[in-house]
């Protein structure tokens, strides 16, 4: 079993970054795939960032470019760097690990409880 902790959300105006961090506890493997997705109100939960062991990452279009994932194995925590905020980020961001990188998150297997950004305009 996979424990996903997420911390450094919060409120911040549009332009400005913040950081969010998601470490992993339990049986956790180098080769598991870990992403963040997020789920703004009465939308569809979508992909953020994802990163497969290698180092290969992958992004939602909308944050190409402003956002960056990466992942400390040996700490077993996986970071996004959120750059250029728009009111449009506002959402709540969930850690994920699993099998593979998927738009929906239906290759995650384990998901934390989610960290709320919200971006004023």
């Known amino acids: 079993q996979v424990q996903l902790v997420e911390s450094g959300g919060g409120l911040v105006q549009a332009g400005g970054s913040l950081r969010l961090s998601c470490t992993a506890s339990?049986?956790?493997?180098?080769?598991?795939?870990m992403g963040w997705y997020r789920q703004a109100p009465g939308k569809q939960r979508e992909l953020v960032a994802g990163?497969?062991?290698?180092?290969?990452?992958y992004y939602g279009d909308s944050v190409k470019g402003r956002f960056t994932i990466s992942r400390d194995n040996a700490k077993n925590t996986v970071y996004l760097q959120m750059n250029s905020l728009k009111p449009d980020d506002t959402a709540v961001y969930y850690c994920?690990?699993?099998?593979?990188?998927?738009?929906?998150?239906?290759?995650?297997?384990?998901w934390g409880k989610g960290t709320t950004v919200t971006v004023s305009s």
């Open positions: 339990g049986t956790m493997s180098s080769s598991d795939a």
């Open positions: 990163i497969i062991s290698g180092g290969s990452t």
């Open positions: 994920a690990a699993g099998r593979f990188v998927s738009r929906l998150g239906t290759g995650m297997d384990y």
